[in-house]
């Protein structure tokens, strides 16, 4: 469960290095939308590879996956209608307003959970982490808290306060890496198919409603550029992986 949490806490530490980095820096849109199509690509390869198919695979084709996928992707979909009616999918608006913090941060949450999970499960099943798919979830948290802090800033947040608020979002995607880790421990491959399925499931509604439109909305066409060299890459390490297995 140690190992779970380590891995979980590496992956989600770059909402502290985004956060650093837009502490100091001004990050352009453009290179802001670029770093999230490309992040984009990469979680896309993972949702596939590292989490659907090895689904379907472990679950010998019952079809219980296909549930948990719809499952995970409406519960994100529903969760996130909700906490952004609350304001907390305005990125850097939401952030420079202190009253939008909370749905901001439950966002944020949203989103990272059920990677952190994700990585958790991984250790379990493996005993070590998918190198592919510690890179996607890395990838996908940078430039949401680089956007954030920009708004933070904005609105008057001191660089120890935005540090503070991302280093506790780290600890809980920290934590669920290691709940992944205990409380799947004695689940059947069925039920770990299913878990898999729904994160896919979720993960994949976030990409689609969430960071592809902002990187396209940043970027414009050079995001899809960087997501297809981000899946692309993502297949070759995932490859390289199985293939040290093998």
Partial sequence: MGSAFIWGLVAASSLIVGGLIAS???IGKRTL????GFGAGVLMSAVAYELVYEALHIAKLSGFPTLGFFLGAFTFFFA???IGRMGGRQSEAAAAQATLVV???LGIILDGVPESVVIGLGVLQGGTV??????AVFMSNLPEAAASTAGMRAGGWSRVKILLLWSAIAMVCA???????ALLGGASNLVLAVVQAFAGGAMLMMLANTMIPEAYAHAGKFAGVAMVIGFAI???VVVLEHAGAG
């Fill in 130 to 135: 998918s190198v592919a798919m510690l890179v």
């Fill in 80 to 82: 996130d209608m909700l």
């Fill in 234 to 236: 993502a297949v070759w």
């Fill in 103 to 105: 749905p901001l941060v």
């Fill in 175 to 181: 934590c669920a890496s290691a709940a992944g880790y």
């Fill in 33 to 36: 939308g670029i770093v999230m």
């Fill in 24 to 26: 100091w820096v001004t």
